[in-house]
């Protein structure tokens, strides 16, 4: 009954609850009453007003009795943004209530002085999510660089929170936090050494590209299946090839997968029209793998080991018919024609489609890789040709159709080049053809091939001699041969 009367008596004076008046002198007067209501809502109207002359009545408050209080309080220094209040706000980060440290973070990212940012860091490690959240945008506010060390070196912790380092991190300089990075990939413990390749994989930056190829030699083979991972993300080309190297020594089954999948997205251009690897060897279809749908007939073809996966081996009487594939188009366009051959004779077609009105031709005559197109029944030939001969091992050819020329590439490298009147006009009356050519030539021979043919991908684009290397040395998706680490005994 006493604290009741008190209470009243105190109501009295202070009639109504709210701050009485829109100006700060008269809410600073209320921001001292000792009803806990009224000094909460003369912090909120101080805050409102923006008065820097109320920051250290403010400052004050945040040491109230009262958590409301000392929450309206840190609110409304976040809204007056005053660097007076930095020291009270930083102590206020270790409040015993989680609103008043959550809205000490908010106005210390309001006011952005680096000098909150040691202590902005410490509140990474408060038990609330909602206070790690809004410390983790303050920090941002803030940005100073010399946060990032002691927050990389969190990702040591047992408890760290992922997921705001991980959003903050991505933040900083990306040169910088990768160098921060790279030695946690070293550390003793697994579970720090993949935080790390985590993190790089979110920074989707240039700069982080050689930390995780130094993450695919990683001995945790959860740590190398992140930094694959990471490195599709970030698009490079240069990883085709480390990543092509890993999916062949690889022991484990399922990084190892991870790896030539990556490797094979990677290096799958974007023009690529068309695919036929022969890996689904079951003597009738050869399936587009591109999913182009240009899927053709396989006719007198045995499926044989190929340079990548399985193959097909051609000779007489054997090819694989396309017709007129409807998503093929070839008329007035850029185009590449490239297989793997291990020929047998020094005659035979690998690729060819159209005749003697127009069409193209990748063959080889008298042991020389050559490409050719027409454009008109009566005009000749473009024809390019390579002037070293090739046989009996592995060899990849490639036939470019650029606006002014023709090409033809061994392995990689330009071997001949020919003027051309331009593109091929058509679509070509008559069909495309793997391994033989059924009708009349667009160029020289319509010889059938004798040896095998693997991995024949057509592209909508005249592919430089870059291009073409990263199609050379890139795995298919579905590689998964044992290496001899984990063949069975």
């Known amino acids: 009954m006493k604290k009741l009367a008190v209470m009243a008596l105190l109501a009295v004076a202070w009639p109504v609850p709210v701050c009485r008046a829109e100006t700060a002198g008269q809410c600073l007067d209320d921001l001292r009453c000792p009803v806990a209501s009224v000094r909460q809502q003369a912090a909120q109207r101080l805050g409102r007003i923006g008065d820097p002359a109320a920051t250290p009545e403010l400052i004050r408050a945040m040491e109230d009795p009262e958590k409301t209080v000392r929450r309206e309080a840190a609110k409304a220094l976040g809204s007056i943004k005053d660097d007076r209040a930095v020291p009270a706000l930083c102590k206020a980060l270790a409040d015993s209530d989680a609103n008043v440290r959550f809205y000490a973070a908010y106005a210390l990212g309001e006011i952005k002085d680096p000098r909150a940012a040691k202590s902005l860091v410490e509140a990474f490690r408060d038990p609330q999510w909602m206070v790690r959240d809004q410390a983790a945008w303050a920090i941002r506010e803030i940005g100073d660089p010399q946060t990032l060390k002691p927050l990389v070196a969190m990702l040591a912790e047992q408890r760290a929170d992922m997921s705001h380092l991980e959003w903050l991190l991505g933040r900083f300089d990306a040169e910088k936090t990768a160098a921060s990075l790279a030695p946690l990939l070293s550390h003793p413990e697994p579970a720090v050494r993949l935080r790390a ?32 991972e990471a490195l599709v993300v970030l698009r490079d080309d240069r990883a085709v090839a480390p990543l092509g190297d890993l999916a062949a020594r690889e022991t484990d089954a399922i990084v190892r997968a991870a790896a030539a999948k990556a490797a094979h997205d990677l290096s799958r251009h974007e023009a690529l029209a068309a695919h036929w690897s022969f890996d689904a060897a079951d003597g009738r279809i050869a399936i587009d793998v591109s999913g182009g749908g240009s899927d053709g007939e396989i006719i ?27 998503h093929l188009p070839i008329a007035d366009t850029p185009l590449t024609v490239a297989a793997w051959i291990k020929s047998d004779a020094p005659n035979g077609v690998v690729v060819a489609r159209g005749g003697a009105y127009c069409g193209f031709s990748l063959y080889l005559k008298d042991g020389l890789p050559k490409f050719g197109i027409r454009c008109a029944q009566d005009s000749p030939a473009a024809i390019a040709a390579g002037r070293e001969p090739v046989g009996g091992q592995w060899t990849h050819l490639a036939g470019v159709i650029q606006s002014d020329r023709v090409e033809v590439y061994v392995n990689g490298k330009l071997a001949g080049s020919e003027t051309s009147p331009g593109y091929i006009p058509g679509n070509c009356g008559q069909g495309m053809e793997i391994g033989y050519d059924v009708a009349s030539s667009p160029a020289e021979i319509i010889d059938h091939f004798q040896g095998i043919i693997d991995e024949v991908k057509v592209f909508h684009a005249a592919l430089s001699a870059a291009e073409l290397a990263r199609q050379i040395n890139a795995p298919p998706a579905s590689s998964s041969a044992p290496t001899k680490a984990n063949e069975p005994k």
């Not at 390749?197 to 001995?219: E, T, Y």
């Open 300 to 326: 007198g073809c045995m499926p044989v080991e190929g340079k990548i996966g399985h193959a097909l081996k051609f000779g007489e009487g054997a090819y694989i018919e396309l017709g007129k594939p409807q």
């Open 197 to 228: 390749a985590v993190v790089l994989g979110r920074i989707q930056d240039k700069a982080v590209f050689h930390p995780l190829l130094a993450a695919l030699k990683n001995g945790d083979p959860a740590v190398r299946r992140t930094a694959i």
